[in-house]
C-alpha cells in the first residue's frame, strides 16, 4: 500500500527517487497562492537551507516537492527548522515505501533484501555513522527532536508487510497494519512538532497523532484500490467484502481492469460508503489532538490533516470510483483548503476536558461484530 503518492506513467527515476513534474507544479501553487511568505519567516526554502548540511537537506526536499503536493505546501506554516526536519522524515518513510512499490512484484526475495539493507542503513545512522543525504539528515534530527528509535524501526517492519501481497481478514488486522505504516510517521511528526506541555501532554498527543496517522492510511487505501489491485493487492476487509456479497477477487479482476462498473454496484457504494464513514470518523476522532502541539507547528498539522480528508470528498464525487482512476483534490480546492487554515485561529490553549485516548466512534471504526451489523444495514438500505 502506497504510504505517500505513487509515481505516475512518464516520470523517470534518478538516483533510486522517482521525479516528475510535480515539485515545479507544488511550487507555482504555492507562489499563486501568496501564502508561504506569510505562513514562514523564511521566504523561500533554499535560504532555510543555507548551511553546512545544505546539500542533504535539498535532497530531503526535492523528494517531499516532487512526491507530496499536500504536505510541501502545509510544511510552509512550520519555522524553518522544524520543516527542515519534518522532510528528512518524510525522506526517509519515501524511500522506504518506494522500495517495496516500485520493485518487481516477482522478485519479492529481492525486494526483502533491498528493505533489509535499508534498515542496516538505519542503524547505522542512529549509531552515527550515517551514509548518504537522507541518513545523514534523519541522524540529525533524530538526536536533535528525540524520535524514538523503534517508530523508525516500526515503519519498516510496516513497509515490509507489503513485500509479498497479504490480505487482512478484520478492521483489526488492518488498522494495525495501519498503525505500523502511519501512526509511526504521526509519532515522528509530533516529536518534531513539539507538544505545549509536559509529558503527560506529549502522550495524549501521540495518542491522537497515531489516530491521524490511520486515517490518512486508511484514506490512502481507499483512494489507490485501483492502483494497489494492478499490484495484486487488496486492503479491504475479508469480513466487511463478504458481508455486502463481494470477495477479493472481485475487486482484484475490476482493479487490474480498470473496470469502473463494479463502482456502480449497490454493494460496492456500500462498502465504499461505510469505509468513508469510517474514515471521517477517524479524523474527527483525532483532530482534538492538534491543539495540544507547539503554537507553531498546529497549522501545519491541521493543513496535512484537512487536505488528506478531503480525498474522502473527491472519492464520493467520483461515485466511489477508486477502481478506474484517482481521486483527487484539485489545485483550487488545496488552496482554499490552506487559505483557512491560514485564517482560522489555532488557540494556544489547551482543551482542559480532552480525554487521554481519541474517541473514535463505535459505529464506523468499533470491532468488527459492530461494524459488520452497521455495514450489512447499510447495504439493506442502498440495495
Given at each position: 500500500m502506497n504510504l505517500y503518492p505513487t509515481p505516475r506513467p512518464g516520470?523517470?527515476?534518478?538516483?533510486?527517487?522517482?521525479?516528475?513534474?510535480d515539485a515545479a507544479r507544488a511550487d507555482v501553487e504555492a507562489t499563486e497562492l501568496g501564502l508561504l511568505s506569510r505562513a514562514s519567516d523564511a521566504a523561500s526554502l533554499p535560504a532555510d537551507l543555507a548551511d553546512a548540511g545544505s546539500n542533504d537537506a535539498s535532497e530531503c526536499a526535492a523528494i517531499v516537492r516532487t512526491h507530496a503536493r499536500t504536505f510541501t505546501l502545509a510544511s510552509y506554516f512550520l519555522p524553518p527548522a522544524k520543516r527542515r526536519a519534518a522532510f528528512a522524515l518524510y525522506a526517509f518513510c519515501r524511500i522506504a515505501d518506494d522500495i517495496v512499490d516500485a520493485a518487481d512484484p516477482d522478485d519479492s526475495v529481492g525486494t526483502a533484501t533491498r528493505l533489509a539493507d535499508y534498515g542496516m542503513g538505519l542503524e547505522q545512522a542512529l549509531d552515527g555513522r550515517p551514509q548518504g543525504p537522507v541518513f545523514r539528515e534523519l541522524a540529525r534530527f533524530v538526536a536533535e527532536y528525540g524520535v524514538p528509535a523503534q517508530v523508525l524501526r516500526d515503519l519498516l517492519g510496516g513497509v515490509a508487510r507489503d513485500v509479498e501481497p497479504t490480505g487482512?481478514?478484520?478492521?483489526?488486522?488492518?488498522?494495525?497494519?495501519?498503525?505500523?505504516?502511519?501512526?509511526?510517521?504521526?509519532?515522528?511528526?509530533?516529536?518534531?512538532?513539539?507538544?505545549?506541555?509536559?509529558?503527560?501532554?506529549?502522550?495524549?498527543?501521540?495518542?491522537?497523532?497515531?489516530?491521524?496517522?490511520?486515517?490518512?492510511?486508511?484514506?490512502?487505501?481507499?483512494?489507490?484500490?485501483?492502483e494497489d489491485a494492478r499490484r495484486g493487492r487488496c486492503y479491504l476487509p475479508v469480513e466487511e467484502l463478504e458481508a455486502v456479497g463481494l470477495t477479493v477477487a472481485t475487486v482484484?479482476?475490476?482493479?487490474?481492469?480498470?473496470?469502473?462498473?463494479?463502482?456502480?454496484?449497490?454493494?460496492?457504494?456500500?462498502?465504499?460508503?461505510?469505509?468513508?464513514?469510517?474514515?471521517?470518523?477517524?479524523y474527527t476522532a483525532a483532530a482534538p489532538g492538534i491543539a495540544l502541539l507547539a503554537p507553531d507547528a498546529r497549522r501545519c498539522a491541521t493543513a496535512c490533516a484537512n487536505g488528506y480528508a478531503a480525498i474522502l470528498d473527491a472519492i464520493e464525487a467520483r461515485g466511489y470510483d477508486s477502481l478506474s482512476g484517482r481521486a483527487r483534490v484539485g489545485q483550487l480546492g488545496r488552496a482554499g483548503i490552506l487559505w483557512n487554515?491560514?485564517?482560522?485561529?489555532?488557540?494556544?490553549?489547551?482543551?482542559?476536558?480532552?480525554?487521554?485516548?481519541?474517541?473514535?466512534?463505535?459505529?464506523?471504526?468499533?470491532p468488527s461484530p459492530i461494524a459488520l451489523t452497521a455495514l450489512a444495514t447499510l447495504y439493506r438500505t442502498v440495495a
Open positions: 516520470t523517470a527515476r534518478t538516483n533510486g527517487i522517482t521525479r516528475s513534474g487482512y481478514r478484520s478492521w483489526a488486522e488492518l488498522g494495525l497494519y495501519c498503525e505500523g505504516v502511519a501512526s509511526t510517521v504521526g509519532e515522528m511528526c509530533t516529536h518534531v512538532f513539539g507538544v505545549a506541555g509536559g509529558p503527560n501532554v506529549r502522550g495524549r498527543a501521540l495518542a491522537h497523532a497515531r489516530t491521524l496517522g490511520v486515517a490518512m492510511q486508511l484514506t490512502n487505501i481507499l483512494r489507490d484500490i485501483g482484484l479482476d475490476a482493479g487490474r481492469r480498470g473496470d469502473r462498473t463494479l463502482a456502480h454496484d449497490p454493494r460496492w457504494r456500500a462498502l465504499l460508503g461505510f469505509q468513508v464513514a469510517r474514515a471521517r470518523a477517524l487554515v491560514w485564517r482560522s485561529n489555532q488557540a494556544d490553549a489547551i482543551t482542559p476536558t480532552l480525554a487521554d485516548e481519541p474517541a473514535v466512534s463505535w459505529l464506523h471504526a468499533g
